[in-house]
């Protein structure tokens, strides 16, 4: 089992930059998928961005179509932590963003499928 916790979201105006991140507990964190799904009130959750380990222990990226370019998903496994660097950012980036974690490949894009969930951080841009 891992327990995640999010931090960086806050108020920036469009165009600025966030980066949030992921911190897990657990020591086999490196043996799981990450991805960061976002809701922004009234709408349903959303994929954003996910890291998914393949079986040869390579990781693989793949982003929402509308922040292709502006975000960035990476890792550091030496502390535990996925981030999401958000550049040009954008007042429909307005969400709480969460990240999630699965142990088991799938579908990265379906929020269903991760069975762990961080608490979300809020992300709000003025434009």
């Known amino acids: 089992q891992v327990q995640l916790v999010e931090t960086g979201g806050g108020l920036v105006q469009a165009g600025g930059s966030l980066r949030l991140s992921c911190a897990a507990s657990?020591?086999?964190?490196?043996?799981?998928?990450v991805g960061w799904f976002r809701q922004a009130p009234g709408k349903e959750r959303e994929f954003v961005a996910a890291?998914?380990?393949?079986?040869?222990?390579?990781?693989?990226?793949y982003y929402l179509d509308s922040v292709k370019g502006r975000f960035t998903i990476s890792r550091d496994n030496s502390v535990n932590t996925v981030y999401l660097r958000m550049n040009s950012l954008k007042a429909e980036d307005t969400a709480v963003y969460y990240c999630?974690?699965?142990?088991?490949?799938?579908?990265?894009?379906?929020?269903?499928?991760?069975?762990?969930w961080g608490q979300g951080t809020q992300v709000t841009v003025s434009s």
């Open positions: 890291i998914r380990r393949s079986s040869g222990m390579l990781y693989y990226t």
């Open positions: 657990g020591r086999t964190f490196s043996t799981y998928s």
């Open positions: 999630a974690a699965r142990l088991l490949d799938g579908t990265y894009s379906l929020w269903t499928e991760y069975p762990y």
